[in-house]
């Protein structure tokens, strides 16, 4: 940047200047009248910034975390004070448990309201504050116009290094008129911590006393370039590599050592063999309880298998597990340390990682379901759509099918295809979808949801509408209940339902009065002639697909859920 101090103008012009010198291109938000000089910021500098009006605050701040996701940098997201806040503390918590870099700018009440309970007053730093479990990595306040870049400056950084995450910036309605001439700063980017040398070879040599070795990736912060180094890593030692839970697209689906997703509903040989395993190289996750299966997987605190942990936060590491081995350091710094391991000539394991990519082949075999047969529906999207496709989703069951049949290329080839919430915030996908939709309008977005997922933030159609997205996909699932819930409830109480079951609209209907091209598919053989009709639309397109509730997931119906419950309760 010049480092001639710019003209006087609103401290509100100079937090859109202070963006775009981020690099910064869209944000999203809803308007308030808490920061108006702000979207003057944005008039003024149209031709180089936009601001996406999104329909509810948290829809803007899911459309945020999954333009953080995208880019590997802050999704930056707008929202008024009080309820405009409360709204978007959905998109924080999902940023903050997915790790992914945001930054949430929150209009305030003026300085000298404050601490009356003004209008729609809160205090952030007690709503977000930060903390190990809280929703942000850090909460400021600016109350000085002219310390406004570094402000914005600090909080790039924060979101951005170490163990990525959401920081949130509060703006006083005031202090946004004020003027000041002070210069914006340059573009941050993160330091990145790399692993000691004496912890490579303590690695290495675990590695030589291993037997069955076993690699999980995931978290965020990889790009291309280190995705591409920590697969010729597992290629250098054989190593059969499963992929943490919604992070499947960090090493590429198709290779020859993949074995398939570390998740909810995972291949029960492929947790098999994770439990048998003497040694597990986590690189990236957080081992949280989706990845480990509640903690079983690797018992917590002191797996039965050596573990080595690599991930970029030192607040991460031994926070759950008393790991053999611990190393800090940032994903792309330890997959290129990783690739340049030597391995001997001749491996004990070898033929292991060919042996877990065949299970992971064959649950890709879906069992046949009639009368339409959502294994089929995804494999069909697969074939049909560009490998490119960004595939999102929010929570429920219906994920299950896009997890286990979708084969997600990794970010070496297109960047990231996957977007999905590890924190199981419903109404996640939609958003995302558009988000990815307006963000690289080249590339298409496809949303797998459900009927309960979708009205979470169904109004977004109306933002992909009206900002002319066009490759655009959504297919709904609509079975007339919470499914997971449902699901939960014969397992737990067979027979006694309560509170699952959904009146839902006619969704195609729906869809066409926001401008949307729209069909209704109820049988298998029905829905690619109504994908046909979909891509050919040139608009975006809800295929409302109609599934019987007893179908629950993909390994199992709600009959056959309820008579197991019942049959172990009648046992004495």
């Not at 605190?301 to 080595?308: G, S």
């Not at 996909?473 to 499914?483: F, H």
Request: with cysteine; net charge neutral; glycine share 10%.
């Amino acid at each position: 940047m010049s480092s001639e101090i710019p003209a006087t103008r609103p401290a509100g012009h100079v937090l859109v200047e202070a963006l775009i010198a981020q690099g910064v291109h869209t944000v999203f938000g809803v308007p308030g009248e808490s920061y108006l000089a702000v979207l003057d910021g944005f008039h003024e500098h149209r031709e180089r910034i936009r601001f996406i009006a999104c329909r509810q605050e948290g829809g803007a701040a899911f459309m945020a975390e999954a333009q953080g996701k995208l880019s590997g940098r802050p999704g930056i997201c707008f929202v008024t004070r009080g309820p405009g806040a409360a709204n978007a503390a959905i998109g924080l918590h999902t940023a903050f448990q997915d790790s992914t870099p945001l930054v949430l700018f929150i209009g305030q009440v003026a300085a000298d309201q404050r601490d009356r309970e003004a209008f729609q007053e809160l205090d952030y730093r007690q709503v977000f504050g930060p903390g190990t479990l809280g929703m942000a990595k850090w909460v400021g306040e600016v109350t000085d116009p002219h310390r406004l870049p570094e402000y914005v400056a600090r909080a790039f950084h924060t979101a951005m290094q170490g163990r990525p995450g959401p920081v949130v910036l509060v703006l006083p309605e005031d202090m946004l008129t004020m003027p000041t001439s002070a210069a914006v700063l340059r573009r941050a980017e993160p330091a990145k911590a790399w692993p000691a040398p004496g912890a490579l070879r303590d690695l290495r040599s675990m590695l030589l006393s291993a037997q069955r070795p076993f690699l999980i990736v995931g978290g965020s912060g990889w790009d291309g370039e280190a995705c591409l180094a920590l697969q010729r890593f597992a290629e250098n030692w054989q190593l059969p590599v499963g992929t943490g839970f919604r992070f499947q697209d960090t090493f590429d689906n198709r290779h020859a050592q993949y074995a398939g997703d570390v998740g909810i509903a995972i291949n029960p040989q492929l947790a098999q063999r994770i439990r048998e395993a003497d040694l597990v190289i986590a690189v990236g996750v957080r081992l949280g309880e989706m990845t480990t299966g509640g903690y079983t997987l690797l018992q917590a605190p002191r797996p039965a298998q050596k573990l080595v942990h690599i991930h970029p936060g030192a607040e991460e590491l031994g926070r759950v597990y008393a790991a053999d081995l611990l190393i800090q350091s940032a994903v792309s710094a330890a997959a290129k340390s990783l690739e340049a391991l030597t391995a001997p000539p001749e491996l004990p394991w070898a033929g292991q990682a060919a042996a877990a990519n065949a299970d992971y082949a064959a649950n890709q075999v879906p069992p046949p379901v009639s009368p339409l047969d959502m294994a089929i529906v995804v494999q069909t999207l697969q074939r049909r759509l560009p490998e490119d496709t960004v595939f999102t989703n929010g929570a429920g069951n219906f994920a299950g099918w896009l997890h286990r049949y979708t084969r997600y290329p990794g970010l070496q080839h297109h960047g990231r295809t996957q977007l999905a919430p590890t924190s199981g915030a419903m109404g996640y996908g939609l958003p995302a979808a558009v988000a990815a939709a307006l963000l690289y309008p080249e590339r298409t977005a496809l949303n797998i949801t459900g009927d309960g997922d979708f009205l979470m933030n169904g109004q977004e159609l109306a933002t992909a509408t009206g900002y002319g997205a066009k490759k655009l996909l959504c297919v709904l699932v609509d079975n007339g209940t919470y499914g997971t819930i449902r699901m939960h409830q014969e397992r737990e109480y067979p027979g006694r339902v309560s509170g699952s079951d959904l009146y839902n609209p006619d969704f195609a209907a729906l869809a066409r009065a926001y401008g949307w091209h729209a069909d209704l598919v109820d049988r298998t053989e029905a829905f690619e002639p109504a994908l046909d009709r979909a891509l050919a639309a040139g608009k975006p397109a809800l295929l409302h697909l109609k599934l019987d509730a007893d179908v629950s997931n993909t390994r199992g119906t709600l009959t056959a859920i309820r008579e197991t419950a019942a049959k172990a309760q009648r046992r004495p």
